[in-house]
């Protein structure tokens, strides 16, 4: 679990991704799944997800997730939630200790923060989520809450790299004509996408000066989880707080 330097900001907003290492999941699973609806057994995840609490130091109650489904819904939340958020794929919140949280196994996790305003978000960024807007819907709700683009930071942690990821032609037209920078060739020299290249140019495009990438592909890196190269695993989590 890596984690990134707090801001010296008074708010200090954190970021977290992990990997697939160090829990308790068996195959195809193993080991540090924190996805529940995958087919895991729920003590395992359980007590993955216990684990997270206890390296954050926050208690379990503290960790928000999303029942995500590759759509638009973005909930702002100020209080911890007894059940995942529902049809939602992003989480937003100016209350400090609540830990969003975005599963992936080759979306794009997207952690935001305003650490002037004490704003963070959390979204799953698939690439019907990228075409659908669920960026601009994310921006939107941080700035109900007082976040300026122009303040937000952005970390896109490991995802499916265009080399890898192939889709028709008509699928990757679709998705250029939100974030042109995603159409790429795949090492085949077939149509692809590269979702953290559009996911970059839509948050750069909304004023949003500072975007790092986690240059990690999941399909090419085994300490990662992958549905494309695996099918039946695990997924991994992003995490954003308010420290």
Known sequence: MSTEPAAPSAVRPRRVVTDRRGGRSRPPYDSFNLGTHVGDDPADVGANRARVARELGVAGDRLVWMDQVHGTGVAIVDGPRAEPVAATD???TATPGLVLTVL????????????????????????EGLRQGVLPAALSAMASLGARARHVTALLGPAVCGACYEVPAAM????????????VRTRAGTAGLDLRAGVEQVLRR??????????RCTVEDPSLFSHRRDGVTGRQAGLVWLG
């Open 172 to 183: 990757q037209a679709d998705v250029a004509r939100v974030a042109p920078d995603a159409a």
């Open 90 to 92: 992003g989480l937003v």
């Open 104 to 127: 992936a196994a080759d979306c794009v996790p997207v952690l935001l923060a305003d650490s002037e305003t004490g704003v963070v978000a959390a979204v799953h960024a698939g690439r």
């Open 206 to 215: 909304a004023g949003i000066p500072e975007v790092v990438q986690d240059p």
